[in-house]
């Protein structure tokens, strides 16, 4: 009773015209009265009181507040003027009037829970040319306006507010089936708009009057992007640019313009005449770039254009152009029209020479240079064209030609050039007939077998060639005193590889062969006369200096067959070519048996064994392959990354089963196939193998290489040991038990190990067992480990610091209390017990961000009557704990200390 009067006496205020006393439970039935439509004057009421009241009013609670005081109305309108979860279901008429007034008149209302009175109401409002701004309006009234506007009601949107125009002008262009027949005009023309400014507007279920208008717009040059447009809309729309409407298609969009131009380009009756200039050059230039555009019924400027186009150099391409474009093209041509064709379709350009050809009188003066070069190289090559009136340029270059050596068929020719022709030929004109006519050929032979003196010394190459092969296979030519151009090229041929028969070729060109061929002539023999061949082998076998460099394949091979088939042979002073290829072919798994061949050729084989040379050794001879795996043994600089498996194989085996290889040099496929097989549990005995192999194996060992060190040396186990302590980026993930295991014991017995990189199975490990109640000494532990292991004591990960380290548990009690974020829920009893200890002895803990349990912990001790001091205790706490004394939480004050008193009155 003491207590209630002392209570009337501190928190007794005057409301209208009479005290009114707050305290206890007394204090919240005046404010369930105020709330009940009680006559009361707020205007002096304590903050707390208020506060709580206008809270109660704004969330949903029965208010009646025709008669309120003008303080708390002006506050419960801004109130809901400014997005407050309001529920005005039953709210007092003077309020709800204001309310709409507010939202008709542009406030920033959110009614996302707002009373189905007044929600109805606003939307009729809305929806009947109100002025309202729904920019920042709760999601309910929008979306339930948005759908009426979307579902034909009769919305005037002139002067709508700009979210909700915007989202509506947003739905009607992504396909919304939005009736707009009676739309407002703002939300009309600016969908119009859109559409005309490349805005993707779905059109397909438009309303009339919109489809009409915008089909209006698009023929009358407005700018519109169809890409997206509906069927509708685009086939209508495409009908009429069909159909000669004046369409202005210069920023028209790119479904459009292309269904436009393929349409324009597939024979479509369209009239171009007045149509836009992105379109007609569009339209030009796929015209004349190879489009099969059909042009029989094209407009007349297009027409025209295209056809000054061709005849003034425009790349086109008529190959599959209307036929009255073609023929008009081909009777400008003919008609001596100044026309480049150097890139023309080849339609029109086939038909161009063929009609050059069939003696049509064209005029090729100025013609262009493709044409005319074309046009020579079929007169020249067998082409029946008639010359008897062809124009000066093309006469004289066509002469010029023929004696130049240009391959000119004049089977068919015209008198005039023939017989300029064979006068040239005769006169010792530079004439080239390697594919003259056979007429001419044919004359041109016989004079020359019939032994007219003729100098050839000049003559074209195709006769002379002749010449020659008729020389060269046995016809009965007499050379004996042949001219000297003819024998000295008949004798270079011999030896340069021409296929030439000597059988029965006479005594001074035979013995003039057989001495070439025996002093270092390049000759080629795979036809040559037996009587030949066979004296030049047994040359080449009796070591004989002989060049074969370019020798025929015939003998070449035969050669190498012999070399490789354990003849006898010396090649110490073989040529190179002989040589070289011998030992490509040892070395590219050529079945060769070396075991007698000659001393050069091991000796360099070995050698290029040794040397980084790709050799095979499959089916190699024993002596070459022991040789071989003796010196990859004993420390030969070998490079094998392209040998033969065999060697590889027996190489690795050797390596792998302990024998004492020196692979410091040794060749990259083979030291990473080592090294690889070191790495997969291969017994390898590495404690002689050189520095090379040995530190590439601990340098992968180190970097996440999956190695099996189980039966491993001593030496590099323990050198793996060292540097994973000495901080070595070691990825331990798949290594092997018996290094992990001593690793992590090592960790574990305070080793000093720097695990800032180490890999994460063993860091994974270790922070397992630090949190697990492992008897780990942190004290010296590596930062990274170190501060992870905080992280997750702070991120409610379960660790059990009763035996932790001194520094870990002091710095995870400091962060604790120096507002680190951290998680106690499942945290030890030892850590949270001091926590709490300290928290409620005045220590100055920052708890803002502090975990669930110990503030809640910590809140409970608060408020059930523990010696707190909470002088300084943080804000959050504080805060907290004085909402609860002020919200009838059951909270005994009767110790509550000082500073919380205080307030708590100061606050009532």
């Known amino acids: 009773m003491l207590l209630l009067e002392v209570n009337f006496l501190l928190f007794g205020v005057r409301l209208s015209n009479s005290t009114f006393l707050l305290s206890g439970s007394k204090s919240f039935k005046n404010l369930d ?86 929600f109805n109401q606003s939307l009729d409002d809305i929806k009947t040319n109100v002025n309202v701004d729904l920019r920042n309006v709760n999601d309910r009234c929008f979306n339930q306006y948005l759908d009426d506007i979307k579902t034909n009601v009769n919305v005037d949107l002139r002067n709508v507010n700009d979210r909700c125009f915007n989202q509506y002008l947003d739905d009607i262009k992504t396909n919304v089936n939005v009736d707009l027949r009676n739309v407002n005009d703002r939300c009309f023309n600016q969908y119009l708009d859109d559409i005309k400014t490349n805005v993707n507007v779905d059109l397909r279920n438009v309303n009339d009057r919109c489809f009409n ?21 685009f086939n209508q729309y495409l009908h009429d640019i069909k159909t000669n409407v004046n369409v202005d298609l210069r920023n028209v969009n790119d479904r459009c313009f292309n269904q436009y131009l393929d349409d324009i380009k597939t024979n479509v009756n369209v009239d171009l005449r007045n149509v836009n200039d992105r379109c007609f050059n569009q339209y030009l230039d796929d015209i004349k770039t190879n489009v099969n555009v059909d042009l029989r019924n094209v407009n007349d400027r297009c027409f025209n254009q295209y056809l000054d186009d061709i005849k003034t150099n425009v790349n086109v391409d008529l190959r599959n152009v209307n036929d009255m474009c073609f023929n008009q093209y081909l009777d400008d041509i003919k008609t001596n029209v100044n026309v480049d064709l150097r890139n023309v379709n080849d339609r029109c350009f086939n038909q161009y020479l063929h009609d050059i050809k069939t003696n049509v009188n064209v005029d090729l003066r100025n013609v262009n240079d493709r044409c005319f070069n074309q046009y020579l190289d079929d007169i020249k090559t067998n082409v029946n064209v008639d010359l008897r009136n062809v124009n000066d340029r093309c006469f004289n270059q066509y002469l010029d030609d023929i004696k130049t050596n240009v391959n000119v068929d004049l089977r068919n020719v015209n008198d005039r050039c023939f017989n300029q022709y064979l006068d040239d030929i005769k006169t010792n004109v530079n004439v080239d007939s390697r594919n003259v006519n056979d007429r001419c050929f044919k004359q041109y032979l016989d004079d020359i077998k019939t032994n007219v003196n003729i100098d050839l010394r000049n003559v074209n190459d195709r006769c002379f060639n002749q010449s020659l092969d008729d020389i060269k296979t046995n016809v009965n030519v007499d050379l004996s005193n042949v001219n ?25 060109c035979f013995n003039q062969s057989l001495d070439d061929i025996k002093t270092n002539v390049n000759v080629d023999l795979r036809n040559v006369n037996d009587r030949c061949f066979n004296q030049y082998l047994d040359d080449i076998k009796t070591n004989v200096n002989v060049d074969l460099r370019n020798v025929n394949d015939r003998c070449f091979n035969q050669y190498l067959d012999d070399i490789k088939t354990n003849v006898n042979v010396d090649l110490r002073n073989v040529n190179d070519r002989c040589f070289n290829q ?31 040379v790709n050799v095979d050794l499959k089916n190699v001879n024993d002596r070459c392959f022991n040789q071989y795996l003796d010196d990859i043994k004993t420390n030969v600089n070998v490079d094998l990354r392209n040998v033969n498996d065999r060697c590889f194989n027996q190489y690795l085996d050797d390596i792998k089963t302990n024998v004492n290889v020196v692979l410091k040099n040794m060749n ?84 000093n190990v720097d695990l800032r990189n180490v890999n994460d199975r063993c860091f994974n490990q270790y922070l397992d067992d630090i949190k697990t109640n492992v008897n780990v000494d942190l ?26 380290n001194d520094r870990c548990f002091n710095q995870y009690l ?33 708890l803002r961000n502090v975990n669930d349990r110990c503030f809640n912990q910590y809140l409970d001790d608060i408020k059930t009557n523990v010696n707190v001091d909470l002088r300084n205790v943080n804000d959050r706490c504080f805060n907290q704990y004085l909402d609860d004394i002020k919200t009838i939480v059951n909270v005994d004050l009767r110790n509550v200390n000082d500073r919380c008193f205080n307030q708590y009155l100061d606050d009532n």
Not at 215 to 231: E, F, G, M, Q
Not at 779 to 801: A, E, G, P
Not at 814 to 843: G, S
Request: proline content about 0%.
């Open 33 to 118: 009265d105020i709330k009940t439509n009680v006559n009361v004057d707020l205007r002096n009421v304590n903050d707390r009181c208020f506060n709580q009241y206008l809270d109660d009013i704004k969330t949903n609670v029965n208010v009646d507040l025709r008669n309120v005081n003008d303080r708390c109305f002006n506050q419960y309108l801004d109130d809901i003027k400014t997005n407050v979860n309001v529920d005005l279901r039953n709210v007092n008429d003077r309020c709800f009037n204001q309310y709409l007034d507010d939202i008709k008149t542009n406030v920033n209302v959110d009614l996302r829970n707002v009373n189905d009175r007044c």
């Open 213 to 233: 208008q915008s089909l209006d717009d698009i023929k009358t040059n407005v700018n519109v992007d169809l890409r997206n447009v509906n069927d509708r809309c």
């Open 484 to 508: 000297d151009r003819c024998f000295n090229q008949s004798l270079d041929d011999i030896k340069t590889n021409v296929n030439v028969d000597l059988r029965n070729v006479n005594d001074r």
């Open 582 to 612: 011998s030992l490509d072919d040892i070395k590219t798994n050529v079945n060769v048996d070396i075991r007698n061949v000659n001393d050069r050729c091991f000796n360099q084989y070995l050698d290029d064994i040794k040397t980084n």
């Open 668 to 751: 990259d496929r083979c030291f990473n196939q080592s090294l690889d097989d070191i790495k997969t549990n291969v017994n390898v005995d590495l404690r002689n193998v050189n520095d090379r192999c040995f530190n590439q194996y601990l340098h992968d060992i180190k970097t996440n290489v999956n190695v099996d060190l189980r039966n491993v040396d001593n030496r590099c186990f323990n050198q793996y040991l060292d540097d994973i302590k000495t901080n070595v980026n070691v990825d331990m993930r798949n290594v092997n038990d018996r290094c992990f295991n001593q690793y992590l014991d090592d960790i574990k017995k305070n080793v």
């Open 779 to 804: 004290r010296n532990v590596n930062d990274r480990c170190f501060n992870q292991y905080l992280d997750d004591i702070k991120t409610n990960v379960n660790v059990d610091l009763r035996n932790v």
């Open 814 to 846: 400091d962060d604790i209390k120096t507002n680190v974020n951290v998680d106690l829920r499942n945290v030890n009893d030892r850590c949270f017990n001091q926590y709490l200890d300290d928290i409620k002895t005045n220590v100055n803990v920052d």
